[in-house]
């Protein structure tokens, strides 16, 4: 079965604590992306990384890191420095190329009191 | 910049009645690629749909199809005979090939509710 994993479903953390996202794909897919979701809202992009070793910044990157150190893993790092952590969080893959749609994982919702 | 509205943040339907989920976007891209995206309660987004800016041929999939106008930057979904499992919040998507080529913009979303 090809698809994302993404892990935990559910995450709860203290404020002030890292957090890390796990997003697996065996898809093959060069490129991976982490979007985030607030309620009534759209997507938006944190990072996203087109080869290993190498990833981008994207619209709200700030109190997020990222590494890709395999082509089929892509981990999501919450840090403290980020203020409004409480989200929806999403990881996709796609075919490196613009024509091509991403696909995306179950997400992750996490909750920080 | 790119952009993408979606003007309904909710609609309620009874099964079987037709529905049109309206798209409207922006973009200063000559080639770019409209997307629609299914997000059902368990969160995960389905891709429904890829068009390609210089298709404009609409395109139908079983109770499903796509109205894609450049002239009015549109890019509409219509469901025929809805069901209750069309239930869901409903994304469209605009990539470019240049400025925006590293990202999926996405609109707010609709909300489709259909009721037995």
């Known amino acids: 079965d090809g698809g994302i994993t993404q892990s935990p479903k559910y995450l709860f953390r203290k404020e002030g604590q890292n957090v890390t996202l796990s997003c697996e794909q065996n898809?093959?897919?060069?490129?991976m992306y982490w979007y985030r979701q607030d309620p009534g809202q759209g997507l938006r992009l944190i990072y996203y990384?087109?080869?290993?070793?190498?990833?981008q910044k994207g619209d709200i990157a700030e109190g997020y890191s990222v590494s890709r150190e395999k082509k089929e893993s892509f981990p999501l790092t919450v840090t403290s420095a980020q203020k409004n952590p409480t989200a929806f969080y999403l990881c996709?893959?796609?075919?490196?190329?613009?024509?091509?749609?991403?696909?995306f994982g179950p997400g992750t919702r996490l909750t920080v009191t | 910049a790119q952009k993408v509205t979606q003007a309904q943040t909710e609609i309620s339907v009874v099964e079987k009645e037709d529905v049109t989920l309206d798209c409207v976007y922006e973009?200063?891209?000559?080639?770019?690629?409209l997307f629609w995206y299914k997000q059902p309660p368990s969160g995960e987004l389905v891709f429904l749909i890829r068009?390609?800016?210089?298709?404009?041929q609409n395109e139908i999939s079983g109770r499903y199809s796509w109205n894609f106008q450049k002239s009015t930057s549109s890019f509409n979904f219509t469901i025929t005979a809805s069901q209750v499992v069309d239930s869901a919040v409903y994304f469209c998507?605009?990539?470019?090939?240049?400025?925006?080529?590293?990202?999926?913009?996405f609109g707010q979303g609709t909300r489709l509710t259909i009721n037995p």
């Open positions: 996709a893959s796609s075919i490196l190329g613009t024509p091509y749609e991403q696909y």
């Open positions: 898809l093959n897919h060069d490129a």
């Open positions: 990384s087109q080869i290993v070793n190498d990833f």
């Open positions: 973009t200063r891209d000559t080639t770019y690629y």
């Open positions: 068009r390609n800016s210089f298709d404009e």
């Open positions: 998507a605009l990539r470019g090939d240049f400025q925006g080529a590293q990202k999926l913009v």
